[in-house]
């Protein structure tokens, strides 16, 4: 085959890679320096400089080296190794995926909430979403027919049903945020977006617990198992512990949300009339308006929309706090 003699050359570099402690070190650096790259890149396109996920180097290198030392890869004999390598690659890969989907998805939302205008500004992280949905789908699809049932075929399985489950939660949500702007659902978009977020959280926190359940069942019962304690403990910390904090991080800002608006004093006709009276967020005239601790006028619902995903006012970007015995002014 034409591509035979690059796929050996890449062959032989993995294998010869891992085949002392020194390598696997070695090998560990080029796996965080790959993550960090792609990383990068696609906060290039997404034009965004998310700090939480700058650790996604340091995450990928530290689960290689750990499932590198656990599976003894060099111990064992080249073929086994390399396969032993085509493994953990596609775990880092699904954990790449998810930490990639966590900078598109405020984006995506913010957009939707907003109703930005620029076209491009909602291409590039619909087409990151789009992209990582195609990838986890073929991924799967690939895995499923090349491979034969084992432990680590139904954790990397797992991993990417929980991306797509993600995915397919922000783009509906997006969704239903720019059918809004055309037909409002009023009061019930809130609920709409909480039932669908809930819904996808509660879907990959049961595949997060029978997976768990399932690998301390093989870790216990299965000799030779424990090279697998690692991905039991990836898939706890992505989809159980990061699936209850979510759930909750949700619960909490949609609460806070709901108290701050209330909390936030309302704009009389004539405090309207001064200023600009066009919603920043859904550009629509303002018949009623909330008063931020900043001195800008939204919306309440749009404002509510917007605290769902950020705390900050979308003007100013200080942070939205409210105050009861709040006195309206004018800028």
Not at 164 to 178: A, C, E, G, K, M
Not at 220 to 244: E, K, N, Q, R
Request: aromatic fraction near 16%; charge should be neutral.
């Amino acid at each position: 085959m034409k591509n035979e003699p690059l796929f050996v050359v890449v062959k032989y570099l993995l294998i010869r890679g891992c085949d002392t402690f020194t390598a696997v070190v070695g090998m560990t650096s080029f796996v965080s320096f790959f993550c960090y790259v792609i990383g990068d890149f696609f906060r290039t396109i997404l034009m965004t400089s998310d700090d939480e996920t700058m650790s996604i180097e340091n995450l990928s290198a530290t689960l290689f080296y750990i499932l590198a030392v656990l599976t003894g890869l060099t111990l064992i004999e080249p073929e086994e190794r390399f396969m032993g390598l085509y493994r953990i690659f596609f775990l880092i890969f699904g954990l790449l995926v998810s930490f990639i989907h966590n900078m598109a998805s405020p984006l995506l939302l913010s957009m939707g909430i907003s109703y930005n205008s620029s076209l491009h500004r909602h291409l590039r992280p619909l087409f990151v979403s789009g992209f990582l949905l195609m990838v986890s789908f073929f991924t799967l699809m690939y895995l499923w027919y090349s491979n034969l049932m084992s432990n680590w075929l139904i954790v990397v399985s797992s991993l990417n049903i929980q991306n797509i489950i993600q995915i397919f939660v922000t783009l509906n949500v997006y969704l239903l945020l720019i059918i809004d702007h055309s037909i409002p659902f009023e009061e019930k978009l809130d609920d709409y977006v909480f039932y669908i977020q809930s819904f996808g959280c509660a879907v990959t926190f049961c595949f997060g617990v029978v997976f768990f359940l399932h690998g301390i069942y093989n870790t216990i019962y299965i000799p030779d198992s424990l090279a697998h304690a690692p991905m039991i403990f990836l898939d706890t910390y992505l989809v159980v512990w990061c699936g209850i904090k979510k759930g909750w991080k949700i619960f909490i800002r949609r609460r806070l949300a709901t108290l701050k608006i209330e909390s936030l004093a309302d704009a009389t006709i004539d405090q309207t009339l001064l200023i600009n009276n066009h919603c920043p967020i859904c550009f629509q005239i303002m018949k009623s308006a909330k008063i931020t601790n900043c001195n800008h006028y939204y919306h309440g619902r749009c404002l509510r929309k917007w605290l769902y995903i950020k705390d900050y006012c979308p003007m100013c970007h200080t942070i939205v706090s409210g105050h009861k015995n709040q006195t309206p002014t004018t800028d």
